[in-house]
């Protein structure tokens, strides 16, 4: 279905071209993927729509320091499509085109651009966000955060639960204490972020730093009971507890060969030492050893404001081109400490 704005769009290619055989009639990019790539240049990079139906591409490619699809921006970043450093192109060609096109340095020479209109005017705005974050462990995040959703914004002051210390559904506000002013109330260090180290439970592999990822300190090992293991019984999941036996040892220091797994640490009769608070096993002291990694999903958004095309003295009813946005979603890793 055509909107307003494509059919604008197409009045605007007719009145700019004089010879009277420039027909548009499509300009169908709504229910087309943003893709990107990097350009050629040092810090240049190309979003772009291609409608393969009918032969049409649009694209932006600009330059910038700041930008990357792998890091948010604090701020909308905004370019002048004026300022000789960026270029805003729509095309029609003779066969389909695939990313290729704006991604290679040397395109088939098969295409022919049939016709070809450049933003004159108008400003670009990019941001990129992040979505998502999750590091896999298997732990829903409300659950291995109290009964509170870290990212949920109880008093939509635009500040997750887990970072908003005057009210995040705990019961603990309006205000409440934040000795190390990281964002959580210090009530709730232990249920965000057991511990300590920094990262919130439902961005970390590991919640309590035993050196035993969460998503193995699951399993119970009963049939038909998803139940998190518990191995002292004391109502606390050994995923969240430093001390899974409670014998007094923390689980990472029950590590006899220091190889930062205490779970190939046995002994004589073959029982591991971080489940059985019956044994006593070798003193040692073992650091946190191992590193997280989220998956995590950036959303960079474009819209073009105030374009106008060749020239053309006409701008478009609602002032601004929606391109889309693009979801890329990569693995980060942190050191633990």
């Known amino acids: 279905?055509?909107?307003?704005?494509?059919?604008?769009?197409?009045?605007?290619?007719?009145?700019s071209c004089d010879d009277g055989d420039i027909i548009i009639t499509s300009f169908e990019f709504d229910d087309v993927d943003l893709q990107f790539c990097e350009g050629a240049?040092?810090?240049?990079?190309?979003?772009?729509?291609?409608?393969?139906?009918?032969?049409?591409?649009?694209?932006?490619?600009?330059?910038s320091e700041i930008f990357s699809d792998t890091i948010p921006t604090t701020s909308?970043?905004?370019?002048?499509?004026?300022?000789?450093?960026?270029?805003?192109?729509?095309?029609?060609?003779?066969?389909p085109v695939t990313a290729t096109?704006?991604?290679?340095?040397?395109?088939?020479s098969d295409i022919r651009i049939i016709e070809e209109l450049i933003g004159s005017s108008g400003t670009a705005e990019i941001t990129n966000e992040i979505i998502t974050e999750d590091d896999d462990d298997g732990v829903d995040p409300i659950d291995e955060s109290g009964g509170i959703d870290p990212l949920g914004d109880i008093d939509n002051d635009q500040i997750p639960n887990y970072q908003d210390s005057t009210a995040n559904g705990s019961q603990a506000g309006p205000?409440?204490?934040?000795?190390?002013?990281?964002?959580?109330?210090?009530?709730?260090?232990?249920?965000?972020?057991?511990?300590?180290?920094?990262?919130?439970n439902y961005k970390d592999q590991d919640d309590?730093?035993?050196?035993?990822?969460?998503?193995?300190?699951?399993?119970?090992?009963?049939?038909?009971?998803?139940?998190?293991?518990?191995t002292d019984g004391d109502g606390i999941p050994d995923y969240l507890e430093e001390d899974d036996d409670n014998?007094?040892?923390?689980?990472?220091?029950?590590?006899?060969d220091q190889n930062g797994n205490p779970r190939d640490d046995r002994d004589a009769s073959n029982n591991l030492y971080y489940l059985d608070n019956t044994i006593q096993p070798p003193v040692v002291t073992v650091e946190p050893a191992l590193d997280n990694t989220v998956q995590t999903t950036f959303r960079a958004i474009l819209e073009i404001n105030n374009l106008?095309?060749?020239?053309?003295?006409?701008?478009?009813?609602?002032?601004?081109?929606?391109?889309?946005?693009r979801d890329r979603t990569i693995p980060k890793t942190t050191k633990k400490m």
């Open 1 to 15: 279905m055509k909107k307003l704005f494509s059919f604008l769009f197409s009045m605007v290619l007719l009145s």
């Open 41 to 63: 240049k040092e810090n240049e990079f190309v979003f772009f729509k291609i409608n393969e139906s009918n032969n049409e591409a649009i694209s932006y490619n600009f330059i």
């Open 76 to 95: 909308s970043i905004i370019i002048d499509l004026t300022d000789g450093t960026n270029d805003l192109i729509y095309r029609t060609f003779n066969i």
């Open 101 to 108: 096109y704006y991604c290679s340095n040397v395109p088939s």
């Open 175 to 200: 205000t409440c204490p934040d000795t190390n002013e990281d964002g959580i109330c210090d009530t709730l260090e232990s249920i965000f972020d057991t511990d300590g180290d920094g990262i919130p």
């Open 208 to 230: 309590d730093n035993d050196n035993i990822l969460t998503s193995v300190e699951l399993q119970n090992g009963i049939p038909n009971d998803d139940s998190p293991r518990d």
């Open 247 to 256: 014998d007094g040892v923390l689980t990472r220091n029950e590590d006899a």
């Open 308 to 325: 106008i095309l060749n020239g053309n003295t006409d701008n478009f009813q609602d002032g601004e081109f929606k391109f889309g946005f």
